[in-house]
């Protein structure tokens, strides 16, 4: 079973850092893309960062470049996302992506964390 499980949302004040971590099980974590996207009600959940099975690669939403980074550890099973500079705009529920995982059916599917919150605010 493929599991998910985020953790190190909370509150925070315009300026601050966080960092959020995604501990991964069930699937082949070392030979997967990861990607954290973002969501706010009445709005598209959102990609914010994603990043290759090595670690080679990376890459991000525009409102968020030379603010956030991506990382993994394969050994860990962990995909982080360092946050710094926030802002209110980027209060969202946080999730944790594994896109594109092969199924025993055949097919693929996208699978996603529970979310954890940010809050950004004065």
């Known amino acids: 079973e493929v599991q998910l499980r985020e953790s190190g949302g909370g509150s925070v004040q315009p300026g601050g850092s966080l960092i959020l971590s995604c501990a991964a099980s069930?699937?082949?974590?070392?030979?997967?893309?990861m990607t954290w996207h973002r969501q706010v009600p009445g709005k598209e959940r959102e990609l914010v960062a994603g990043i290759t099975d090595s670690g080679d690669m990376t890459r991000y939403a525009d409102s968020v470049k030379g603010r956030f980074t991506i990382s993994r550890n394969n050994v860990k099973n962990t995909v982080y996302l360092q946050m710094n500079n926030l802002k209110p705009e980027d209060t969202a529920v946080y999730y944790c992506g594994a896109p594109n995982l092969p199924v025993p059916s055949g097919g693929y599917l996208d699978f996603w964390g529970q979310g954890t919150l940010v809050t950004v605010s004065s």
């Open positions: 069930g699937f082949a974590f070392s030979r997967s893309t």
